[in-house]
T-cell receptor, first 112, second 115 residues
Framework: KQEVTQIPAALSVPEGENLVLNCSFTDSAIYNLQWFRQDPGKGLTSLLLIQSSQREQTSGRLNASLDKSSGRSTLYIAASQPGDSATYLCAVAMEYGNKLVFGAGTILRVKS | NAGVMQNPRHLVRRRGQEARLRCSPMKGHSHVYWYRQLPEEGLKFMVYLQKENIIDESGMPKERFSAEFPKEGPSILRIQQVVRGDSAAYFC?????????????FGPGTRLTVL
């Protein structure tokens, strides 16, 4: 049974700092991995999707890496801004068309 | 292209009533997933449907919960005889039929409160 863990559970940083969010999964036979952002009381916004054959994906100030063999992914946020404050969720899909298994999330607060 | 739509956004029911949650996938998407987010917990998969078929319902509670995705119209998640423990945010996601990405796009959710 796939389990996804996210560390840290919560993070508070000053504006402008670069930061790393961690995600680990127990079964390395994944199809892809997605990072999402969830604002309080809102839905999920997809940030980045990494296929199992890829090592990283970049979008603006965000960079996600994937080390499938060790069961790890990181989300790097450069030059953090108060608007980045949200819960960040990592989720893995085990095969095409299959369900996503989510981590519990990292609550990020960027202080101005 | 409108995103995934869910309605209602907020739903209040008394114990024993029925709750019907609707999800309209993005245009061109024929795969629909339902997830539940209980208070202070992560999102948990409930059911995966394609048009007129339930593909995977391994996350659905055995009783009172059902889901459908008819040929025409939105997907419906139905909860009969609701209890306080059903209070949660219910999210729908969709993905397109022809793609290797399997990227799922989420709706804004329906927040169910059972009194």
């Amino acid at each position: 049974k796939q389990e996804v863990t996210q560390i840290p559970a919560a993070l508070s940083v000053p504006e402008g700092e670069n930061l790393v969010l961690n995600c680990s999964f127990t079964d390395s036979a994944i199809y892809n991995l997605q990072w999402f952002r969830q604002d309080p009381g809102k839905g999920l916004t997809s940030l980045l999707l990494i296929q199992s054959s890829q090592r990283e994906q970049t979008s603006g100030r965000l960079n996600a890496s994937l080390d499938k063999s060790s069961g790890r992914s990181t989300l790097y946020i450069a030059a953090s801004q108060p608007g980045d404050s949200a819960t960040y969720l990592c989720a893995v899909a085990m095969e095409y068309g299959n369900k996503l298994v989510f981590g519990a999330g990292t609550i990020l607060r960027v202080k101005s | 292209n409108a995103g995934v739509m869910q309605n209602p956004r907020h739903l209040v029911r008394r114990r024993g009533q029925e709750a019907r949650l609707r999800c309209s996938p993005m245009k061109g998407h024929s795969h629909v997933y339902w997830y539940r987010q209980l208070p202070e917990e992560g999102l948990k998969f409930m059911v995966y449907l394609q048009k007129e078929n339930i593909i995977d319902e391994s996350g659905m509670p055995k009783e009172r919960f059902s889901a459908e995705f008819p040929k025409e119209g939105p997907s419906i998640l139905r909860i009969q005889q609701v209890v306080r423990g059903d209070s949660a945010a219910y999210f729908c996601a969709s993905s397109p039929i022809v793609t290797s990405l399997n990227e799922q796009f989420f709706g804004p959710g329906t927040r169910l409160t059972v009194l």
